[in-house]
Structure formats: structure tokens, C-alpha cells
């Protein structure tokens, strides 16, 4: 009832009552008033819930069965979709929900199992059994989909609510798996069938990859992809891959292997993208990884790492190192192999006597290919690098002093004047990688005394081509060794500067003398400790260099009193002036070579061993001195008999007719090259050194500590020393000392030493 809010007029209702197709009865209140009065409308339930039609429900559920079968047989259903749920709708109030679930779930199973017959024939291929299982399953969605739209109420109510029904949808899936799919004789078909598809696509030929990826979806949707597929085919995969595996690595070489391999593992990464479960990914991959790579590591490297790198094959060797990144193992056992190569590579180029011209550029080149492949290829990998260094520094010292006499003497070849190869920038960047590999050398002190003596030269003949590029290198060695290092170096640079100002003042003092000389003379003034030690030689200078000689001591000694000069003439050098029938000549000559030919001014022919006796000069060098000017480029004498060496009894005049388009000509000195007994001699220089540096550690440490047994010793002499030195060698300074009363051994202990104050 509803009432007016006044209470002084009644509302009317009448009822009215219209029958619905499905039975049921629905009742409509229309309520009446006079126009524009205010109103209150309430409206309340039935008292009684309305009845259902007699056999309604038997009714309802013959016309859903007939709808469910017209959707499984693909005819047309014969009422309307919205009255069909409606209809369950109606059910589901009246409390039929449990009956009406079970009576859809043996329709529909009834309907699955009948269709297991259509698998069994014999005759069917494996791909038209897979499309007709395809078809199958599809029907079967699309049927699903249909009955569970028409018995969404029914799923959305009573299934929703009991959590251990499952929904209409995976009552589907249920039935499918359980009818179709696990039949063992079907899964086999089915899975062989995919299988088989795989194969064929494996080993090149097209198949139909969106009828494999819904099979392989509908295992996947039906929970069985794991055990019925997956298992199988990882199996199938293994035995695939390690017997091609076994195959190409004998037939192929590594990197047409290494690009197979590549291949491969894009199109298994490609197949999990088109029709694989992405579940497969890690265990597909890394099968395909193992079989290919990861059994065949070392075998690869073996066969083909030194070939890579000996050819430089970027690509290659970027393609190996991103393939063993993805391998367990795979980049320690690549560092181990690149380590080796570097070593044996390295050992080779300094190891072999017959290279050692080209030993240093070799270096230089061998370091920028492998930082090139540890930078572009093996992705800047800190190990990598690491492990480079590690082993340039293990077979550069293979051969002890070599190679550090070796990059001394490239130095030199390059900031030497006449190095026309580079600019200052390149020469600047020629410096920088020199020092990389000065770095890995243990015996520094062998460059040093080699780079000492090519400077000495640089600097008194004026070779330099650059005092910039000199006192960069200089820097860089104070920078990577300190101080201590490049202290006598530095001292030479100053010498020549000092010697500089000594000569502006020397040339005043020559001017305020009474006798001026002829001849000008330029001195340089070093100090011993400073410079290589040069062996005296006496020999016979011409009255007027001597006599210059005495004008410059009694100058410098009135300055500097207290020291002593003591001349070197293998290091002087002067300008002659010369005239032949051509006219007048300069010719830039060493004092040796100035001596002999000052002969020919007092007369025309001499024997070599008049020029002996003349000029004083040491056999050796004269002969050398006398090849340079007789039997040169520049021949300003003549010697009779011809030929290319000197020999006793040979005669020498001056070549009157001697041409040359240049009026300045520099006769190079053969003595200037280095010999064998020069080179000796240094080397004997650093190991005097060595001797000193050792005794003077020895004494150092056991000032320190007193007592020390020999083993201790030991340890503490190669954590202070900068060169290699053997135990044999420790052994016999730590004797000398003893003999020489600077330490004792204990009397009980003898591996035991005492310091003795």
C-alpha cells in the first residue's frame, strides 16, 4: 500500500498481471493520484514468493539441452539467446543450480567423449592428424565460449560461490584433458606430430607455425605442456645438438662453427617467440648452449683462437666471446687460452735472437691489436685486460736485459734528428705506448744505462731532433720510475745548459785576449756522475787545439777552482773547410777524422801507419776513421789498393776531384755505431750496479733489524729491489758482506745473521 503523506486522499492500485513465454508470471503497480500532488511510494515484496509453472523446470532444461547440442553440432539454435538466459536465470533463483550444473557437465561430457572416435584411424598422416586435433580443440573453445555465455548466470552464482566447482570454461578444459588428450595413444600422435614439425623446420624446410603454436596452446591451456611436450622435446633437442655438434666441429672450421652456432640460437630464440611456451626459454637455450659450446670449448679455442687473433678477425672473436659469456665456465677457460696466446705470441717475438732488430715495434704493434680485441671485442672485460698485462709482463722478461737495451735503443731511434717518420703529436704518441711496455720490464736499470749513453750522444753531437720530445720522455720516466731514476739524466740536460753560459763568457774572454785564435772553440763541460764513463785515449792534436786547450782550462779553473778537466776526444767533432777543384767545401767531420785529414795539408800521400804515428790514434778507431773518409759515401781521400776495408800497408792522398752538390757535408763516423764490446761493457756497468744496490740493502736491513734469519732476508732483499736477481746471487753478496765484517752468522744457528756495528 502506499499513502499520501497528508493522509486525506487515498492512493489506488490494481494489479496487473501479463504472462511471459517462459511461464513464469510478472506483476506490474501503477499508482494513480490527482496531478501535482506531493507523494511517499513504497513498495514491498510479495508475501508469498511466486510459484513456478508445473514441470517448468523439466521444460526449461529440454530447451538448454537443445541449445547446448545445436552449439556442439554447429546448427542454428531455435530460441533466443536473451531468453535462454533468462531461463537459467529463472532456474538458478528456484535453487536448481546443483541439478542444472551437473545435467550442462554430462552434456558436454557426452559430447567430448564421442569425439576421441575421429583420432583412431590409422590412415591419417601425423600433419593431418594434427590439423584435425587442431580443429578439434578449436570447436571445442568455440563451444565452450557459446554454453558458458548462455550459462553465465549459473557460473557467475552458484560456481562462483562453492570454490571447489570448477567454472564452465575449466569443466571444458577438464573434460578435453581427460577425454582427448590424456588418451595415451592421442598424446603420442599429437606430441610425435609436433615433434616431427620441429624437425622438418630444424632442418630447413617451411611448416605451418600458427597450427603449432595453438597446439602447443592448447597443452599449455590443459596444464600437460610440461609433461606430455616439454620433457620429450628437450630430450629430442640434446640428442640433436650433441650429435651436430660432434659433426661440424670435425667437418668445419671454428669460425664458420662459431656463426653456425649463432644461427642456431636465433632461430630456438625465435621459435619460443612464434610458437613455444615462453616456460621452454631457459632450459631450450641452455641446452643448445651446452651441446654446442659448452662441450667443445677447449676444442674450439684450441683449433681456432690463434687463428682469429693471428688474422684479426674482429667479428669472429666478438661473436666468441658474447657465445662463451652465455656458457657456465666459458669466459675463465677463454682468459686462460688468451693468456697462453699472448704469452707464447710474446715469446716469440722476444726469445728469438734473429727479431731483435724489430723486437720493439713488433711489441708495440702485438700491444695495440691485443688492446684492440680487449676493447671492441671482448667488451673492455677488466679480467681480460688484466690477464694481457699479466702475461706482457711474464714473457717481455723471459729474456733477462734484451728487451730493455732494445726499447733504449728504439728511443733513441726516434728523438734522434733525421727521424723524418713523425710529427710531434705522433712522436708524442709513440713515446706514450713505449712506455706501456717499459712497464712490464723487471730490469729498469738496464734501460737507464742504455738511455743514459744514446743521450749522451743525442746531446753532444746535437742529434736531438727535439729538446720538447727529450724532456717529455724525460718526464715520463719520472713519472713512472721517480725521482732517483731520471736524477742523472736531468743532470745532463743540465750540463749543456750550463755549458752554454760558460761559452758566452768564454767567448768574451777569448775577445779581450791579445792573440785571438783562428779557430773556434766550443766546449761542453760534464759532470762524471752524470754521464756514461768514457775511456781516455791520448792522441796527437795539431799546436793551435792545444794551445786553444790551455787559453779554455786556465779560463774555466780561474772560475772554478778546486776541479779537474780531463778531455775526451772520441766525442768531439769540427767543421773543416776544405777546397777541391770544384771549389770550396765544409766537410762536418769527428776530431779522429779532422786529425787524419790535417795531415794532408803538410803532404800528399801517407801510409796509414805514418797516420798512427802522427796522430796517436788507436788502431781500431783509426781504421774505422780512415773506412768513413776512403771508403764512404763521401770519399775526400783515396786509398790505394781499392776496397772496402783498410788493411795494413794501405796509402792514402787527398781526392782533389771530389764532387758534391752540397756545400755543407756531414761524413758520418762508423765508429759511432755501437759494438759488440760497447755494449758488453754496459751491461757489465748495470750489474757492478746491481752488485752495490744489493750490498747497500743488505746492510740497510740488517741495520734495521739486527737479527734476521736468511730466508727473511731474502724476502725483504725482493721486496726492496727493482731488478731481477736470483738467490744464487743474494747468496754470494750476503758472503762478501760476511768476509768483509759488515755482518756474522750465528755461531749455533747458521741460517742466522747479525748485524755487526
Not at 112 to 124: H, W
Not at 403 to 411: G, H, N, Q, S
Not at 469 to 495: I, N, Q, R
Request: with cysteine; proline share 3%; glycine share 4%.
Amino acid at each position: 500500500m502506499a499513502e499520501d503523506t497528508r493522509q486525506d486522499k487515498r492512493a489506488s492500485f490494481s494489479a496487473i498481471t501479463e504472462h511471459n513465454p517462459n511461464g513464469m508470471a510478472r506483476t506490474s503497480a501503477v499508482a494513480s493520484s490527482k496531478s501535482g500532488a506531493s507523494k511517499k511510494l513504497v513498495i514491498k515484496n510479495f508475501k508469498d514468493r511466486p510459484k513456478l509453472a508445473e514441470n517448468y523446470t523439466e521444460d526449461t532444461w529440454l530447451k538448454l539441452r537443445d541449445a547446448v547440442g545445436a552449439i556442439q553440432n554447429s546448427t542454428s539454435i531455435k530460441y533466443n539467446l536473451e531468453e535462454l538466459y533468462q531461463a537459467v536465470e529463472n532456474l538458478c533463483s528456484y535453487k536448481v543450480s546443483p541439478t542444472l550444473y551437473k545435467q550442462l557437465r554430462q552434456v558436454c561430457e557426452d559430447h567430448v567423449q564421442a569425439q576421441i572416435f575421429q583420432f583412431r584411424e590409422e590412415s591419417l598422416d601425423n600433419l593431418s592428424f594434427l590439423k584435425r586435433m587442431n580443429r578439434c580443440w578449436q570447436d571445442h573453445c568455440r563451444q565452450t565460449i557459446m554454453i558458458r555465455s548462455i550459462f553465465l548466470f549459473l557460473d557467475r552464482t552458484y560456481v562462483l560461490q562453492n570454490s571447489l566447482l570448477p567454472s564452465i570454461w575449466d569443466t571444458g578444459l577438464e573434460l578435453f584433458r581427460t577425454h582427448i588428450v590424456s588418451d595415451s595413444g592421442v598424446q603420442k600422435r599429437t606430441v610425435d606430430g609436433i615433434l616431427e614439425q620441429i624437425e622438418l623446420e630444424r632442418n630447413g624446410e617451411t611448416i605451418d607455425r600458427s597450427l603449432l603454436r595453438s597446439l602447443l596452446g592448447m597443452l599449455s591451456d590443459l596444464q600437460v605442456y610440461r609433461d606430455s611436450f616439454e620433457e620429450r622435446f628437450l630430450t629430442e633437442t640434446n640428442r640433436l645438438y650433441a650429435a651436430e655438434g660432434q659433426r661440424l666441429m670435425q667437418e668445419r672450421d671454428v669460425p664458420e662453427y662459431l656463426h653456425h652456432v649463432a644461427r642456431r640460437l636465433e632461430e630456438e630464440n625465435d621459435r619460443i617467440m612464434s610458437y613455444l611456451d615462453q616456460s621452454t626459454q631457459k632450459p631450450l637455450i641452455s641446452c643448445v648452449e651446452k651441446q654446442l659450446l659448452g662441450e667443445h670449448m677447449t676444442a674450439i679455442l684450441q683449433k681456432g683462437l690463434g687463428i682469429l687473433l693471428d688474422e684479426n678477425r674482429v667479428t669472429e672473436l666478438t661473436l666468441l666471446y658474447l657465445l662463451f659469456s652465455k656458457v657456465k665456465g666459458g669466459l675463465p677457460t677463454l682468459l686462460q687460452f688468451w693468456r697462453d696466446y699472448i704469452k707464447s705470441f710474446g715469446g716469440e717475438i722476444v726469445c728469438t735472437p734473429e727479431k731483435d732488430k724489430d723486437m720493439v715495434q713488433d711489441l708495440l704493434d702485438f700491444k695495440d691489436k691485443m688492446d684492440n680485441v680487449a676493447q671492441s671485442c671482448f667488451a673492455r672485460n677488466e679480467g681480460f685486460i688484466n690477464a694481457m698485462k699479466e702475461a706482457f709482463e711474464t714473457f717481455i722478461n723471459k729474456r733477462p736485459n734484451k728487451p730493455a737495451e732494445l726499447i733504449a735503443k728504439y728511443v733513441d731511434s726516434k728523438l734522434r734528428a733525421g727521424n723524418k717518420e713523425a710529427t710531434e703529436e705522433e712522436l708524442e704518441r709513440i713515446l706514450d705506448k713505449i712506455m706501456i711496455i717499459f712497464r712490464f720490464i723487471h730490469g729498469k736499470d738496464v734501460f737507464e744505462a742504455f738511455y743514459k749513453k744514446d743521450l749522451a750522444k743525442r746531446l753532444l753531437v746535437g742529434k736531438s731532433a727535439s729538446v720538447d720530445a727529450e724532456k717529455s720522455m724525460l718526464s715520463k720516466l719520472k713519472h713512472e720510475c721517480g725521482a732517483a731514476f731520471t736524477s742523472k739524466l736531468e743532470g745532463m740536460f743540465k750540463d749543456m745548459e750550463l755549458s752554454k753560459d760558460i761559452m758566452i763568457q768564454f767567448k768574451q774572454y777569448i775577445q779581450n785576449q791579445s792573440e785571438p785564435s783562428n779557430i773556434e772553440l766550443t766546449v761542453n763541460i760534464l759532470t762524471m756522475g752524470y754521464w756514461p764513463s768514457y775511456t781516455p785515449m791520448e792522441v796527437h792534436l795539431p799546436p793551435e787545439m792545444v794551445k786553444l786547450q790551455e787559453v779554455f782550462k786556465l779560463f774555466y779553473l780561474g772560475k772554478h777552482s778546486g776541479r779537474k778537466l780531463q778531455w775526451q776526444p772520441t766525442l768531439g767533432h769540427a767543421v773543416l773547410k776544405a777546397e777541391f777543384k770544384e771549389g770550396k767545401k765544409e766537410l762536418q767531420v769527428s776530431l779522429f777524422q779532422t786529425l787524419v785529414l790535417l795531415m794532408f795539408n803538410e803532404g800528399e800521400e801517407f801510409s796509414m801507419e805514418e797516420i798512427r804515428t802522427a796522430t796517436g790514434i788507436e788502431e781500431g778507431e783509426l781504421r774505422r776513421t780512415l773506412q768513413s773518409l776512403a771508403c764512404g759515401k763521401a770519399r775526400v781521400l783515396n786509398k790505394n789498393p781499392r776496397g772496402k776495408d783498410v788493411e795494413d800497408g794501405d796509402r792514402f792522398n787527398f781526392n782533389n776531384d771530389f764532387k758534391h752538390k752540397l756545400f755543407r757535408i756531414k761524413i758520418n763516423q762508423i765508429q759511432m755505431k755501437e759494438t759488440v764490446e760497447e755494449q758488453v761493457s754496459t751491461t757489465e756497468r748495470v750489474f757492478q750496479d746491481r752488485q752495490y744496490q744489493i750490498d747497500a740493502a743488505v746492510v740497510r736491513i740488517m741495520k734495521m733489524r739486527k737479527t734476521l734469519s736468511h730466508n727473511l732476508l731474502v724476502s725483504e732483499l725482493y721486496n726492496q729491489l727493482k731488478f731481477p736477481v736470483k738467490p744464487g746471487d743474494l747468496k754470494k753478496r750476503i758472503e762478501s758482506l760476511i768476509d768483509r765484517d759488515y755482518m756474522e752468522r750465528d755461531k749455533e744457528t747458521p741460517n742466522q745473521y747479525h748485524y755487526v756495528a
